[in-house]
Nanobody, 120 residues
Framework: QVQLVESGGGLVQAGGSLRLSCAASGSIRSINNMGWYRQAPGKQRELVASITSGGNSHYADSVKGRFTISGDYAKNTMYLQMNSLKPEYTAVYYC??????????????WGQGTLVTVSS
């Protein structure tokens, strides 16, 4: 089994910053890709940013220049630095990882989510 635990969400005023963390644990041989997704009320879950074990990152157009994703694959940890936050960024933010377990199983794992609320 592999678990992902997010932290760092909360309430912040528009223009403020938050840093989300995601820690993976369990029967992990390797992690190939990690990403942040978000789901606002009444909307579909969407990709925010992702990063590969090789350090290649990808961002949704709506957050380019505001968010920075980073990963420490040696520690199975990922971060999302969010700056200049807007009220429309209010959502539950989820961590996702594609992992290879110690028993050579390929697993796609989601965290439980952390709520980010941006007030105007």
């Amino acid at each position: 089994q592999v678990q992902l635990v997010e932290s760092g969400g909360g309430l912040v005023q528009a223009g403020g910053s938050l840093r989300l963390s995601c820690a993976a644990s369990g029967s992990i041989r390797s992690i190939n890709n990690m990403g942040w997704y978000r789901q606002a009320p009444g909307k579909q879950r969407e990709l925010v940013a992702s990063i590969t074990s090789g350090g290649n990152s990808h961002y949704a157009d709506s957050v380019k220049g505001r968010f920075t994703i980073s990963g420490d694959y040696a520690k199975n940890t990922m971060y999302l630095q969010m700056n200049s936050l807007k009220p429309e960024y209010t959502a539950v933010y989820y961590c996702r990882a594609t992992t290879m377990t110690l028993t050579d199983r390929y697993l796609l794992v989601w965290g439980q989510g952390t709520l980010v609320t941006v007030s105007s």
